[in-house]
């Protein structure tokens, strides 16, 4: 899947079970992606406790 065919606004929530849930698509993430995913929610959680963004992925 290219980068322009995936939607603009990724949520938190279209990742689980390790894998990237978009448009009726269930795209499987390599570890290392995941390993990284969780490392950059974590540290966003802790950072920006109660921020209003849901974005997982800064823009």
């Given at each position: 899947m290219?980068?322009?065919?995936?939607?603009?606004?990724?949520?938190?929530?279209?990742?689980?079970?390790?894998?990237?849930?978009?448009?009726?698509?269930?795209?499987?993430?390599?570890?290392?992606?995941?390993?990284?995913?969780?490392?950059?929610?974590?540290?966003?959680?802790?950072?920006?406790?109660?921020?209003?963004?849901?974005?997982?992925?800064?823009?």
């Open positions: 290219q980068s322009k065919a995936l939607p603009s606004a990724l949520q938190p929530t279209d990742i689980r079970d390790g894998r990237l849930h978009t448009e009726g698509r269930a795209i499987i993430l390599a570890d290392p992606v995941r390993e990284r995913l969780r490392a950059y929610l974590d540290m966003r959680q802790q950072r920006w406790t109660g921020t209003a963004n849901p974005h997982p992925v800064p823009h």
